[in-house]
Structure formats: structure tokens, C-alpha cells
């Protein structure tokens, strides 16, 4: 989550997208505000004709257009209304500039239309262009999750998995391939997935459940709806645990991966200390502390082996054994 090509996106309420999608698709969708995928990506909302985008830039040009038309006009008919006038009085002056004018304006008229319309074009084009993406989104509205369509507990706990599982991919050691960088590249974009998918299908049914009971019938029922919802919300807790507790190792792991590059630093720079410290005649208190060093590297070394050991353990538990089938991946729409 700290740049833009996170599999789990950048913006705060960035929705959880499908990772079988184009990528270029998941950039935009990550990029995008929260806000306009929710007014644009509604799937009842409906698209507006082609005609539409050429409204703003016809009324644009029509208006120019319009006026320099009403300007030629009124110029004609003053240069008409006038024609009669003696050349070498005032009125006669005011002729001349009047049908100088509009002849000079008609003719500029017919260019001017033929670069509005060209300019209309080109703006429509790139207007086109540039909703491609909404249109794209609109078009794939099962295929993502807006953290603002889950109820606030849910909510809650997709962050959680997004940012336990993007601290995983962040991790020192998953960059370093110390833990399978590959199977946590494949498989927690999916899970993170997969949970969102679960999850909105729980706000939607969470959503259903009525309040209360409208009979003595329907009180068992209405019962066992709750209890059903709670166990199923109660599993995916579990699941967010496991890859916290999967993140919280590799936190570990990365930890104890800088303390031993220090030492390792320190015992290699120990020969330094120790030719500085022989030339002031402490040769012996040198040749101590450099071996310090080199019992305090392999310690440290010690500890990130073990440190490593249990991110692998901690892996073993968040992430399957086998690879995740994406396309398998179920999506909101569908049913619970």
C-alpha cells in the first residue's frame, strides 16, 4: 500500500479488485476515488448516449458561431439600409465600413464553421477516450469491492487482511526470496480476494436481516440467521489472524536481518578499530573487542535463522500448499 502498484491498492477506501483483471484495469480502479467508482461503477446506473459528449462542445462553438451570424446579419442589412447614401457624406463612410465588415466577417464564417465542427470532433474523441476506463469499470462491477459497500465490522477487518498482507509483501525478507516471494506474490492478492467477496456477501446479508421477528414463527428462524452470519464472520477473523500473525514474523525476520547486517558491519570494520587502537598501543584491548564481535554476529545470526524459521511456520498456516486457482476467485454477485 505505500506506491500505486500494490496489489492492494494506494488510497484510503481503494477498492479490493479481482487480481485476474488487466492490470492496467486494477492501476485504475486503485487509482481512482473511491467516490466516482461508487457513482460510476453503479451497475443500475445507465450509460448516456454518445450524443451527450457532443452537447457541451456544440453549444461552445453554436454560440460563437451564432453570434458572429447575428453580427454579419445586422452588418447587411445596415450596409443595405444605407447603400443609397452619398459616398462623400458620413452616412455614406458608415456604408462603406458596414459592408467592408460584413463582407470581411461573411467570409470568415464559412472556415470558422468548419473549425468548430473540427474541434467538436477532436474534443468529443478525447472526451470518448478519456471514459473508456469508467466505461470499463462499469462494465466489471462484480469484479471489485468498495470498502464503503461493507458494513463497518466487515470493513474493519478487510484493512486489516489489506494491510497485514501488504506489510507481508513490503517485508525484507519476502524482496530477499527468504520466505517463497512467489507463492505470497500469488496466493495473498487472491486470498485478500477471496475475503472481500466473502465479505460483501456478508454485509448484503447482514443488511437483509430484519431487525426483529414479526411472530413467535419467525424468532428461531431470524435466530439461526444470526448465529449462522456470526460463525461464518468469525472464520474470516480467524483467517485475517493467521496472515497477521504470518506478518507479525516477518516483521520479526526483518528485525533481526538489520541487527545482524549492523553486527556483521561492526566485525567487519572491527580490523579498522584495531590497527587505530594498535597504533596507540592498545593492541591487546582491540584484539578483545573484535572478538566480541564475532561471538555477537553469531548470535544475532542465530536468532534470524530462528526468526526465519517461524515466518516460514507462520506462512505455512496463512498460505495453502497449492497455488490458487485465480479464476476461481468468487465474485459478489454472486449468490451466498
Same mark, same amino acid.
Given at each position: 500500500?505505500?506506491?500505486?502498484?500494490?496489489?492492494?491498492?494506494?488510497?484510503? @477506501?481503494?477498492?479490493? &479488485?479481482?487480481?485476474?483483471?488487466? +492490470?492496467? !484495469?486494477?492501476?485504475? #480502479?486503485?487509482?481512482?476515488?473511491? %467516490? =466516482?467508482?461508487?457513482?460510476?461503477?453503479?451497475?443500475?446506473?445507465?450509460?448516456?448516449?454518445?450524443?451527450?459528449?457532443?452537447?457541451?462542445?456544440?453549444?461552445?462553438?453554436?454560440?460563437?458561431?451564432?453570434?458572429?451570424?447575428?453580427?454579419?446579419?445586422?452588418?447587411?442589412?445596415?450596409?443595405?439600409?444605407?447603400?443609397?447614401?452619398?459616398?462623400?457624406?458620413?452616412?455614406?463612410?458608415?456604408?462603406?465600413?458596414?459592408?467592408?465588415?460584413?463582407?470581411?466577417? @461573411?467570409?470568415?464564417? &464559412?472556415?470558422?464553421?468548419?473549425? +468548430?465542427? !473540427?474541434?467538436?470532433? #477532436?474534443?468529443?474523441?478525447?472526451? %470518448? =477516450?478519456?471514459?473508456?476506463?469508467?466505461?470499463?469499470?462499469?462494465?466489471?462491477?462484480?469484479?471489485?469491492?468498495?470498502?464503503?459497500?461493507?458494513?463497518?465490522?466487515?470493513?474493519?477487518?478487510?484493512?486489516?487482511?489489506?494491510?497485514?498482507?501488504?506489510?507481508?509483501?513490503?517485508?525484507?525478507?519476502?524482496?530477499?526470496?527468504?520466505?517463497?516471494?512467489?507463492?505470497?506474490?500469488?496466493?495473498?492478492?487472491?486470498?485478500?480476494?477471496?475475503?472481500?467477496?466473502?465479505?460483501?456477501?456478508?454485509?448484503?446479508?447482514?443488511?437483509?436481516?430484519?431487525?426483529?421477528?414479526?411472530?413467535?414463527?419467525?424468532?428461531?428462524?431470524?435466530?439461526?440467521?444470526?448465529?449462522?452470519?456470526?460463525?461464518?464472520?468469525?472464520?474470516?477473523?480467524?483467517?485475517?489472524?493467521?496472515?497477521?500473525?504470518?506478518?507479525?514474523?516477518?516483521?520479526?525476520?526483518?528485525?533481526?536481518?538489520?541487527?545482524?547486517?549492523?553486527?556483521?558491519?561492526?566485525?567487519?570494520?572491527?580490523?579498522?578499530?584495531?590497527?587505530?587502537?594498535?597504533?596507540?598501543?592498545?593492541?591487546?584491548?582491540?584484539?578483545?573487542?573484535?572478538?566480541?564481535?564475532?561471538?555477537?554476529?553469531?548470535?544475532?545470526?542465530?536468532?534470524?535463522?530462528?526468526?526465519?524459521?517461524?515466518?516460514?511456520?507462520?506462512?505455512?498456516?496463512?498460505?495453502?500448499?497449492?497455488?490458487?486457482?485465480?479464476?476461481?476467485?468468487?465474485?459478489?454477485?454472486?449468490?451466498?
Amino acid at each position: 500500500m505505500k506506491d500505486a502498484a500494490s496489489p492492494f491498492g494506494s488510497r484510503p @477506501g481503494s477498492p479490493v &479488485v479481482d487480481p485476474d483483471l488487466p +492490470a492496467h !484495469l486494477r492501476k485504475f #480502479l486503485h487509482e481512482a476515488s473511491p %467516490r =466516482d467508482l461508487e457513482r460510476f461503477g453503479d451497475p443500475a446506473g445507465k450509460e448516456e448516449s454518445a450524443w451527450w459528449d457532443v452537447v457541451p462542445y456544440l453549444v461552445r462553438s453554436g454560440l460563437l458561431l451564432g453570434l458572429g451570424t447575428v453580427l454579419w446579419v445586422v452588418l447587411g442589412q445596415t450596409s443595405d439600409s444605407t447603400g443609397s447614401a452619398d459616398p462623400a457624406s458620413n452616412v455614406g463612410a458608415f456604408h462603406y465600413l458596414f459592408s467592408r465588415a460584413a463582407d470581411w466577417l @461573411g467570409r470568415l464564417l &464559412v472556415p470558422a464553421a468548419g473549425l +468548430a465542427v !473540427l474541434w467538436t470532433a #477532436l474534443n468529443v474523441m478525447k472526451t %470518448r =477516450d478519456a471514459e473508456q476506463p469508467w466505461r470499463k469499470a462499469h462494465s466489471v462491477r462484480n469484479r471489485y469491492v468498495l470498502p464503503s459497500q461493507l458494513t463497518q465490522e466487515a470493513a474493519k477487518l478487510l484493512n486489516r487482511a489489506r494491510t497485514a498482507a501488504a506489510q507481508i509483501l513490503d517485508s525484507e525478507v519476502h524482496k530477499r526470496d527468504l520466505v517463497d516471494r512467489r507463492r505470497a506474490q500469488l496466493q495473498l492478492p487472491a486470498q485478500i480476494w477471496e475475503m472481500a467477496c466473502s465479505l460483501d456477501r456478508y454485509s448484503r446479508l447482514v443488511k437483509e436481516t430484519p431487525d426483529s421477528a414479526e411472530g413467535e414463527h419467525a424468532k428461531q428462524p431470524l435466530k439461526a440467521r444470526r448465529v449462522a452470519l456470526k460463525s461464518g464472520l468469525a472464520a474470516l477473523q480467524g483467517h485475517v489472524e493467521a496472515i497477521e500473525t504470518y506478518a507479525v514474523q516477518t516483521a520479526e525476520a526483518d528485525a533481526r536481518l538489520r541487527e545482524l547486517q549492523q553486527v556483521e558491519q561492526l566485525e567487519k570494520d572491527g580490523e579498522d578499530v584495531l590497527d587505530f587502537l594498535a597504533s596507540t598501543a592498545r593492541a591487546e584491548v582491540a584484539s578483545a573487542e573484535v572478538r566480541q564481535l564475532s561471538g555477537q554476529a553469531a548470535i544475532v545470526a542465530d536468532r534470524f535463522t530462528a526468526a526465519l524459521i517461524a515466518a516460514k511456520d507462520a506462512a505455512v498456516q496463512a498460505l495453502p500448499a497449492a497455488p490458487v486457482a485465480l479464476d476461481k476467485a468468487p465474485h459478489p454477485g454472486a449468490g451466498a
